[in-house]
């Protein structure tokens, strides 16, 4: 047989534990015998191809079902890798012992035909995920021979056809050396490369060469080069831990950041596996046993995740998260759902990650010398201090004074932060190792202490950023212990699509955009916020009632109630006055009610802002809520924030405090209604005194009110000229790239169900509606302006293509020529959604109180293309009048707010029609593709349909 009469070693098994009953998986003395009868059968032509192929091909299948087997009945990630490389490595050699004997047999070949063949990447490393590529070096003595060149081409043909993907790469020794010390890529890959086939001469004098060449005295370099790529490789995943939709290999936290931690080790220290470092005095047993534990957790979801999809991924997105945490035995528990409980392990999983590669890279920095990363002319100045506030400047960074102080004297793990965030220094890992050891010793005395109390208040109210230290002291543990409450929220996910981050990355990145509102960085995008916070009084109590805002979410109930107790609690512990507490309760209990208010209610509506300002009362109490709301917004996730949503704001707080001033009575309201008349006049200079009068009966008292001068200069010129050439229906567009938005001006005969038609058509456009305002003039004609972006991509709908088709698209409506239904049911079969993990319950509120003269509808329900033609089609169907719509949507879930009229323009109020709203509007949310999950192999494409 093949195996018994070759003279190739064949490879050591991936590392230890030893993989049991190996030839179960794949036995190489049987697959070895089988290819040598195909030979005897078929020759070694033609015929052989085809036979050879399917033999292998029968083998991968057979091990891999093997493994998968193995995997499912329980076996851990790390196994499952182990014995997807050994598969792997008894398929390759087999491969190359017939290749070499049977296809290019040589008797004697010559040293420049003598090569050997060696594993490299994670393959290299002996972890070969289900689905991961294999990369093969190819080494060579010299240069290619004609020989060589048929084995390796053969070899590559006969796996890619066995549909495995290969990265392969063919050099010489001196090839290898040379590249390694001009690229730090190749320098890794030869780094991890493991001997896989061949006499082995080969692959030894390239250790050899490469220790001796490449690695010797480039330690340095090295760690700062793997460094570098780490850090550029985190900004590229969004430079958080925290994300809710996960990358198991290169995010932040995850399998990455542990290679890179094994590629310094064995560069610096020649060791072969993490748990050699505890030897070396860089890792504590403790440590090693998590970073064993973090590797195998991440492989495990890895290789589920893999076997879920069927393919290379390495995703963890919404629609596999419930699948894989089911498969890894998190199952529903005290009012947590089983997947919340599988992303709260991943999550603390990656900040364990982060911890150990932060302490044992910061170690190997010091030791390399590597430069620090802060204001070297302060620490100049620090440096010649021995002492700073009872701490050490140990190479560059704070130490504490010996491995017992913290222990001793706890207050001094909050006094450390402290310290290096007054003096820009960093802190040492040795000192960080120590507070990991002797978090036991923050307990309820600590957490009583007032000074430990003053320090930590200073450290969030100070004149220095918050966000790094907290988040540094976050990452250490000491957040949670100190603040048992903020404990509950590390690593607690937020399972919808519109939060980007855990709870506790949230409110540090809220904390961050808070300092740089304060600083003026913000200015340029954030005018009115950064303009407002320096009138504000309460500054503590903003900076800990960001801190609290979500500090009881995931308890069940509301947030924002439970949050406000919490708060309550804990400011008079921080040392906050009794007036301090009150302002951060009521901050954290009605942090919602300006977003609230300003994207679900109508702001023209006198009462909207009236009911607002009796809620928040005060000025002082306006400006906080508007730059927390501010800094809540923008800390959720990217995109979240837009001009639009700037706009509303900015709107609510001016209108809220000229009402504060006494500006809005009776009175007030006739004299801006004429003063924007007057405004308006001041641009028609085109109209004569009879033209602007005639325009001026054609609106009613709120509309003069609802836009800028500019904006009614624009309509009246529409309205002149549609009435001149007495058309039916006039369809402007112009971009607002100050708000992102293209507004929509439509002036036509107006008749029932004209809102919901005009949804329609610019629902089947792809454009979201993110406002509109609907105003039936004195004329009978309907003047609506809709605010609309891109549905595909955000931002203004501003393509000459798109918007002419837009016009198009109105006309055939309104004429009957196209139905929007018909052609928004083929765009919904095409929308596989991620949001179809999602259940949003339907939800209809029907308000009666918060309008003076109309009745409030707010609708909850799971976005889908055309939801909004779907409701007010229903709300058109009932005779009702739209007066005006507020349109939101938050990940998977739309919030749209109508309000109606009856037929007699009066509030609804018979109880009947009531039930009758609320029934045809849940109908209407009722979506038609259902709510149960897809198959998981349903490519995971995400359009939205209406945006806020």
């Excluded at 240069?143 to 006969?158: D, F, G, H, N």
């Excluded at 419930?322 to 603390?348: C, N, Q």
């Excluded at 007057?678 to 005639?694: C, N, P, Q, T, Y």
């Amino acid at each position: 047989m093949l195996s018994a009469r070759s003279k190739t070693p064949m490879p050591p098994e991936a590392p230890a534990p030893a993989i049991p009953n190996k030839r179960a998986i794949i036995s190489r003395r049987k697959l070895s015998g089988e290819l040598e009868d195909l030979v005897a059968e078929h020759g070694t032509g033609d015929k052989l191809r085809p036979v050879l192929i399917a033999c292998l091909r029968k083998a991968l299948a057979e091990g891999r079902a093997e493994v998968r087997r193995r995997f499912d009945a329980g076996g851990s990630g790390e196994q499952c890798v182990r014995e997807n490389c050994y598969l792997a490595d008894r398929v390759v050699g087999t491969l190359a012992d017939f290749t070499v004997r049977f296809i290019f047999p040589t008797a004697n070949p010559t040293s420049g035909e003598v090569f050997d063949i060696a594993a490299t990447g994670g393959y290299g490393r002996g972890e070969l995920a289900p689905f991961s590529d294999i990369d093969l070096l190819f080494l060579l003595p010299y240069k290619r021979t004609p020989r060589v060149e048929q084995v390796v081409e053969y070899m590559l043909y006969i796996l890619w056809d066995l549909g495995l993907k290969v990265g392969h790469a063919v050099r010489s020794v001196d090839e290898c050396i040379r590249q390694s010390k001009a690229d730090v890529t190749i320098r890794t890959a030869i780094l991890e490369s493991r001997y896989l086939w061949g006499p082995g001469k080969l692959f030894a004098e390239l250790r050899k060469r490469y220790d001796k060449e490449v690695v010797a005295g480039t330690g340095p370099e090295f760690v700062e080069a793997k460094l570098a790529e780490r850090d550029n490789r985190h900004l590229k995943m969004g430079d958080s831990r925290y994300v809710l939709e996960p990358n198991l290999k290169d995010g932040k936290g995850g399998l990455r950041d542990l290679q890179t931690l094994f590629w310094i080790a064995k560069y610096l220290y020649r060791v072969e596996g993490v748990d050699e470092l505890v030897g070396k005095h860089v890792l504590t047993p403790e440590e090693a046993q998590r970073f064993a534990k973090a590797q195998n957790f991440l492989w495990t979801a890895r290789c589920h995740l893999h076997y879920l999809t069927g393919r290379l991924e390495d995703r963890l997105t919404f629609d596999v998260q419930t699948s894989i945490g089911a498969a890894m035995g998190y199952t529903d528990h005290a009012g947590t759902k089983g997947v919340e409980r599988f992303m709260k392990h991943y999550f603390l999983v990656a900040k364990d990650v982060g911890d150990l590669t932060r302490i044992f890279c910061a170690a190997l920095e010091a030791e390399s010398k590597r430069p620090p990363k802060f204001n070297l002319l302060r620490l100049a100045s620090v440096a010649r201090r021995k002492d700073v506030d009872g701490f050490i400047v140990d190479g560059e960074r704070l130490n504490a004074r010996s491995d017992k102080q913290f222990k001793e004297q706890p207050i001094d793990m909050i006094r450390l932060f402290h310290t290096a965030q007054m003096n820009d220094i960093d802190i040492h890992p040795a000192a960080l190792r120590a507070i990991t050891r002797s978090l036991s010793a923050i307990g309820p005395k600590l957490r009583n202490d007032p000074d430990a109390n003053r320090l930590f208040l200073d450290i969030l109210t100070g004149p220095k950023d918050p966000e790094i230290t907290l988040r540094r002291m976050n990452e250490a543990g000491v957040m949670a212990r100190f603040i048992p409450d903020f404990g509950r929220v590390v690593a607690q996910m937020q399972y919808d699509m519109y939060h980007v981050y855990t709870v506790d990355e949230h409110t540090l990145f809220a904390l961050g955009i808070l300092h740089k509102i304060a600083s003026g960085e913000h200015a340029d995008e954030l005018p009115l916020s950064t303009e407002v916070i320096h009138k504000v009084v309460s500054k503590r109590a903003l900076y800990v009632a960001v801190l609290l805002h979500d500090i009881a979410k995931g308890r069940g109930g509301d947030h924002s109630v439970l949050g406000a107790r919490v708060a309550e609690k804990l400011c008079p512990r921080l040392g906050l006055t009794a007036e301090e507490t009150e302002t951060v309760a009521w901050l954290v209990r009605w942090h919602l009610a300006m977003s609230h208010t300003a994207f679900k209610r109508d702001l023209e509506d006198d009462k909207t802002v009236r009911d607002f300002v009796a809620l928040v009362q005060s000025p002082e109490r306006l400006r906080l809520l508007l730059v927390l709301t501010v800094a809540d917004i923008r800390a959720v996730g990217p995109q979240r924030w837009n001009n639009w949503k700037a706009t509303l704001l900015r709107e609510l707080y001016n209108r809220s405090e000229e009402l504060m001033s006494g500006g809005m009575t009776v009175e007030g309201r006739g004299r801006r209604i004429q003063a924007a008349q007057a405004a308006l006049r001041a641009e028609l200079s085109d109209f004569d005194d009879e033209a602007f009068e005639r325009h001026k009966g054609l609106g009613y008292p709120g509309y003069w009110l609802a836009f800028d001068a500019d904006t009614l200069a624009h309509q009246a010129r529409i309205v002149r000229e549609a009435e001149r050439e007495q058309r039916p229906l006039t369809v402007e567009t112009r971009v607002d790239r100050g708000r992102a938005v293209t507004e929509v001006t439509i002036y036509a005969t107006d008749h029932s169900g004209l809102f919901s038609r005009l949804a329609g058509a610019l629902a089947a456009c792809g454009a979201d509606i993110v406002d509109a305002r609907i105003f039936t003039m004195t004329n009978g004609m309907a003047l609506d302006v809709f605010s609309v972006q891109d549905a595909a991509g955000g931002g203004a709908f501003e393509s000459g293509d798109k918007l002419a088709k837009l016009s198009v698209m109105i006309e055939k409506v309104l004429s009957g020529q196209l139905k929007p239904l018909n052609d928004l049911s083929t765009r919904r079969t095409t929308q596989a959604s991620r949001t179809r993990v999602f259940h949003v319950p339907p939800r209809v509120l029907i308000d009666n109180n918060a309008s003076t003269t109309h009745t409030v509808i707010e609708v909850n329900g799971r976005d889908r293309p055309g939801l909004l033609y779907d409701l007010t089609r229903a709300l058109s169907n009932l005779t009702l009048q739209i007066s005006s719509a507020k349109v939101s949507t938050f990940g998977e879930k739309a919030i749209d707010v109508f309000y109606v009229k009856d037929v007699f323009g009066l509030k609804v109020t018979h109880e009947g029609k009531l039930a009758k709203i609320k029934e045809r509007l849940l109908c209407a949310l009722d979506d038609p593709t259902g709510d149960a999950p897809p198959p998981t192999t349903v490519k995971r494409t995400r359009a939205k349909v209406t945006g806020g």
